[in-house]
């Protein structure tokens, strides 16, 4: 397939599906200045799977995740959590969806500094009103090795460790989908491996189902599926990727470019 193709998927027969998009367009400001940061975008994310959506820098890959999560509205196009469509959802509705259904890890880890990391996993649930399923708690703060942590604070943790914690926070209502939008561009390598292995057992262990996007080749090689964005139009994907295929599938979309 060229890489100017835009694929149309049908829904996938096999496996469930915990996300989806069909004609998905997204265009920021008007006449000249209009920007098209997605164009007609149709995208099956598997359910208890782990996607990575790559491509260069303004391909639209923010933007996707946003919309797909319901945090920006689209210009055109649908889009459906598990079997609901949140296109045309109002705000309420929109607001509860993420809260209980949708977690989210960013690259800034966004913790709040005068909480304690067991404060910070659970603050969404307290907003919202709603008790931690203590055993899920308890697995989840295992599975991220944060046991010892859960009484410091932000500041006295490491940049992996706060990570952690945020990706505690995004599992800990045991949401629908967790998006991840570049978690390790703020880590040393060593933790942005030891965070990946978190979230490849997040899938294979809890069951849950994860997108990430990234722009590290190496850390894409940790998903079951690379998705591969360029100009807002999915352009290819790969199955099983490995670094080095990744990193090979980046360079034809600019031969010149470093990844
Ligand atoms: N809030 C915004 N206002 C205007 N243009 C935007 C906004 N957000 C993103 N864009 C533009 O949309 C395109 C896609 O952006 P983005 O989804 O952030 O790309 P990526 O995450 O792949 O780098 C880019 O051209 C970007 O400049
Ligand atoms: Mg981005």
Redesign the pocket.
């Known amino acids: 397939m060229s890489a100017t193709e835009q694929r149309t998927r049908e829904v996938p027969a096999d496996g469930r599906t915990a996300a989806r998009t069909r004609g998905l367009s997204k265009t ?2 008007s006449g000249e200045t209009a ?1 098209t ?1 997605l164009d007609s975008v149709d995208v099956d994310i598997r359910e208890g799977r782990f996607t990575a959506v790559m ?1 260069p ?7 996707l995740m946003y919309c797909l999560a319901g945090l920006d509205t689209v210009t055109d196009g649908r889009v459906w959590i598990d079997d609901r469509e949140i296109t045309g959802l109002g705000d309420a509705e929109l607001t509860r969806l993420r809260r209980d259904e949708i977690g989210f890890v960013f690259q800034s880890f966004n913790l709040l500094p005068t909480l304690t990391a067991r404060e910070n996993i659970t603050l969404p649930m307290d907003i919202g009103g709603r008790e931690p399923d203590p055993e899920w708690l308890d697995t989840v703060i295992d599975t991220l090795r944060l046991r010892d942590r859960l009484e410091h604070r932000p500041t006295q943790l490491s940049g992996g460790q706060q990570q952690r914690v945020a990706c505690a926070r995004a599992l800990a209502s045991r949401p629908k989908l967790v998006f991840a939008d570049e978690p390790t561009g703020n880590l040393d390598s060593r933790s942005g491996l030891e965070l990946l292995g978190f979230l490849r057992r997040a899938v294979d262990e809890l069951g849950q189902t994860v997108v990430m ?1 990234t722009h590290d080749p190496g850390a894409a090689a940790h998903a079951d599926l690379v998705l591969y ?1 360029a100009d807002g139009r999915i352009v290819d994907e790969m199955p099983d990727p490995t670094a080095e295929a990744v990193l090979e599938r980046m360079k034809r979309f600019d031969p010149a470019r470093q990844y």
């Not at 820098?57 to 933007?63: L, V």
């Open positions: 920021y400001g920007v940061a491509g820098s303004g391909s639209g890959k923010s933007t996007v964005l």
